[in-house]
């Protein structure tokens, strides 16, 4: 059902959890290394594999890094809670257990602001807790690299073990058609608050940080909550909003046609943005939690977390705030910016001493023309912002007019190197000597006798096809203004 016509018949409720891998230097509960991208079943040993006898110890910097999530997601930080075995098979998990979090998380009742189309939304978060991620199994042969249909599998456990944290919202009301802008504005803020405490990579692409995607509906005018699916590792934030978009037109299509959701996982497809059936969904009392008898429970002294509290960075939203104020921007502007992921990027430029006017719109313009073309993110051009601090001071100091920057950013771009460097090398310094424009305007006139005539005649408006012809013979090198004060000094006419 199309989107419009499925928000008119029903009101979408979300939830989103977030699973994100901490970057601790060893894993959870056992000093095995973590570094990604280890040869498969290296970074191992007897207590990540679960050989018998083996017994966990917790990683305080995981704690602390959790509790720290906690505070920045303006949490109540439990003063007293447990680890909970979490049962259930799969091959990927060697204990056959996972050590998780279960009726007492570390963190509970925060919230999350986020901005979407100029407005805040709450976003209320149910809990953080502390867990271990899985290893990663490989189902080789067959067509969808699923199990099904697979030959054989084999299975990595370099990443078993390591600290993973999981954030739970509330369910999220009221978003309606911005239903699929609100998650994806979430998973980003979330994403950026994690880079601010510097806990996580949050790389999305190799899965530090994984969303689920929860989609439940209910008809208009109904209180009463459909059931929800849950779709899983969604890995990209483009992928978040399609997946909330997608679920609820599937979702609307079969509760228009008289049929119900089935309570179960779901697996997202970047190719066709629709979603299809995993397993049905576990309820809690099938995994059979109970408190983990191998770990001693985490009390958290009050006066450790109150000094973690005051050591918190600046964050994101209120940095952005900051940033605003001191560059002098707009709201509209600033989301802008921060929807193209260009605030560092600004801010690194107006650092090496360029105008934040100047600095925003080269970013925000020629450079996000260039980055939209090639298909790769604002600050994966390989430009630096100090070059393009170059660039602006160039433009500001008269050697360069806009054309002529856009071809030094072309330059650089292109690895032609230093901005002034491509100046020397392309020949593309503004014509500063007045010998030379004079010689151009003089040319310029005799070709265009018509023109300069009514020029002569008082159509002063004339004179821009003569400082076109100006600009034009000078291959743009030319300064429009200064070109266009000499040719009615020419011809004897006061602008
Ligand atoms: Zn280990």
């Given at each position: 059902?199309?989107?419009?016509?499925?928000?008119?018949?029903?009101?979408?409720?979300?939830?989103?959890?977030?699973?994100?891998?901490?970057?601790?230097?060893?894993?959870?509960?056992?000093?095995?290394?973590?570094?990604?991208?280890?040869?498969?079943?290296?970074?191992?040993?007897?207590?990540?594999?679960?050989?018998?006898?083996?017994?966990?110890?917790?990683?305080?910097?995981?704690?602390?890094?959790?509790?720290?999530?906690?505070?920045?997601?303006?949490?109540?930080?439990?003063?007293?809670?447990?680890?909970?075995?979490?049962?259930?098979?799969?091959?990927?998990?060697?204990?056959?257990?996972?050590?998780?979090?279960?009726?007492?998380?570390?963190?509970?009742?925060?919230?999350?602001?986020?901005?979407?189309?100029?407005?805040?939304?709450?976003?209320?978060?149910?809990?953080?807790?502390?867990?271990?991620?899985?290893?990663?199994?490989?189902?080789?042969?067959?067509?969808?690299?699923?199990?099904?249909?697979?030959?054989?599998?084999?299975?990595?456990?370099?990443?078993?073990?390591?600290?993973?944290?999981?954030?739970?919202?509330?369910?999220?009301?009221?978003?309606?058609?911005?239903?699929?802008?609100?998650?994806?504005?979430?998973?980003?803020?979330?994403?950026?608050?994690?880079?601010?405490?510097?806990?996580?990579?949050?790389?999305?692409?190799?899965?530090?940080?994984?969303?689920?995607?929860?989609?439940?509906?209910?008809?208009?005018?109904?209180?009463?909550?459909?059931?929800?699916?849950?779709?899983?590792?969604?890995?990209?934030?483009?992928?978040?909003?399609?997946?909330?978009?997608?679920?609820?037109?599937?979702?609307?299509?079969?509760?228009?046609?008289?049929?119900?959701?089935?309570?179960?996982?779901?697996?997202?497809?970047?190719?066709?943005?629709?979603?299809?059936?995993?397993?049905?969904?576990?309820?809690?009392?099938?995994?059979?939690?109970?408190?983990?008898?191998?770990?001693?429970?985490?009390?958290?002294?009050?006066?450790?977390?109150?000094?973690?509290?005051?050591?918190?960075?600046?964050?994101?939203?209120?940095?952005?705030?900051?940033?605003?104020?001191?560059?002098?921007?707009?709201?509209?502007?600033?989301?802008?910016?921060?929807?193209?992921?260009?605030?560092?990027?600004?801010?690194?430029?107006?650092?090496?001493?360029?105008?934040?006017?100047?600095?925003?719109?080269?970013?925000?313009?020629?450079?996000?023309?260039?980055?939209?073309?090639?298909?790769?993110?604002?600050?994966?051009?390989?430009?630096?912002?100090?070059?393009?601090?170059?660039?602006?001071?160039?433009?500001?100091?008269?050697?360069?007019?806009?054309?002529?920057?856009?071809?030094?950013?072309?330059?650089?771009?292109?690895?032609?190197?230093?901005?002034?460097?491509?100046?020397?090398?392309?020949?593309?310094?503004?014509?500063?000597?007045?010998?030379?424009?004079?010689?151009?305007?003089?040319?310029?006139?005799?070709?265009?006798?018509?023109a300069a005539?009514k020029v002569?005649?008082?159509k002063i408006a004339a004179v821009g096809a003569l400082?076109?012809?100006?600009?034009?013979?000078?291959?743009?090198?030319?300064?429009?203004?200064?070109?266009?004060?000499?040719?009615?000094?020419?011809?004897?006419?006061?602008?």
């Amino acid at each position: 059902m199309p989107y419009d016509e499925a928000l008119e018949r029903f009101e979408p409720v979300l939830g989103l959890e977030t699973h994100v891998e901490l970057g601790t230097a060893s894993k959870m509960f056992c000093g095995c290394p973590t570094t990604f991208g280890a040869p498969p079943n290296t970074q191992v040993c007897p207590v990540c594999l679960a050989l018998p006898g083996s017994l966990p110890v917790a990683n305080e910097k995981a704690i602390e890094s959790t509790i720290r999530i906690g505070l920045a997601l303006n949490c109540t930080i439990a003063t007293w809670c447990r680890f909970a075995r979490k049962n259930y098979f799969y091959p990927d998990m060697p204990k056959n257990y996972q050590i998780s979090q279960y009726d007492e998380p570390l963190c509970t009742d925060g919230y999350l602001d986020v901005e979407v189309d100029g407005k805040t939304v709450r976003v209320e978060i149910e809990r953080v807790h502390l867990e271990e991620d899985t290893g990663k199994s490989t189902h080789v042969g067959g067509a969808t690299g699923r199990i099904h249909g697979a030959d054989y599998s084999i299975v990595d456990y370099n990443r078993a073990g390591i600290p993973l944290v999981e954030i739970v919202t509330k369910p999220i009301v009221g978003a309606d058609r911005l239903a699929p802008e609100v998650a994806r504005a979430y998973v980003t803020e979330l994403r950026e608050v994690m880079r601010s405490l510097g806990v996580s990579d949050v790389r999305m692409e190799q899965g530090s940080l994984r969303c689920d995607v929860n989609v439940s509906l209910m008809p208009r005018g109904s209180a009463e909550w459909g059931t929800r699916t849950e779709t899983k590792n969604v890995n990209s934030l483009r992928s978040v909003e399609r997946a909330v978009r997608g679920e609820i037109e599937r979702q609307a299509a079969i509760l228009a046609g008289g049929g119900r959701i089935v309570q179960e996982t779901r697996h997202f497809h970047e190719d066709t943005g629709q979603t299809s059936p995993g397993r049905s969904k576990e309820e809690a009392q099938d995994y059979r939690y109970f408190p983990e008898p191998d770990l001693l429970p985490i009390a958290p002294d009050p006066a450790w977390v109150e000094s973690l509290k005051a050591a918190l960075p600046e964050l994101p939203s209120a940095r952005r705030k900051r940033l605003q104020q001191e560059w002098g921007v707009s709201d509209l502007d600033m989301a802008a910016m921060h929807n193209a992921d260009a605030i560092d990027l600004v801010e690194a430029t107006v650092a090496a001493g360029a105008p934040p006017a100047d600095a925003r719109k080269w970013w925000m313009g020629e450079l996000a023309r260039r980055a939209n073309e090639s298909g790769v993110a604002l600050a994966e051009l390989p430009i630096t912002p100090a070059q393009v601090a170059r660039v602006t001071e160039l433009v500001a100091s008269g050697a360069l007019n806009d054309k002529l920057a856009r071809q030094v950013l072309e330059g650089v771009l292109a690895g032609e190197g230093e901005p002034d460097e491509v100046v020397d090398k392309r020949g593309l310094k503004v014509v500063s000597d007045e010998g030379e424009l004079l010689a151009i305007i003089d040319q310029v006139l005799a070709d265009n006798a018509d023109a300069a005539e009514k020029v002569r005649g008082g159509k002063i408006a004339a004179v821009g096809a003569l400082v076109g012809g100006v600009m034009k013979a000078s291959r743009g090198k030319a300064d429009a203004a200064r070109a266009r004060e000499l040719i009615l000094e020419k011809l004897g006419v006061q602008g």
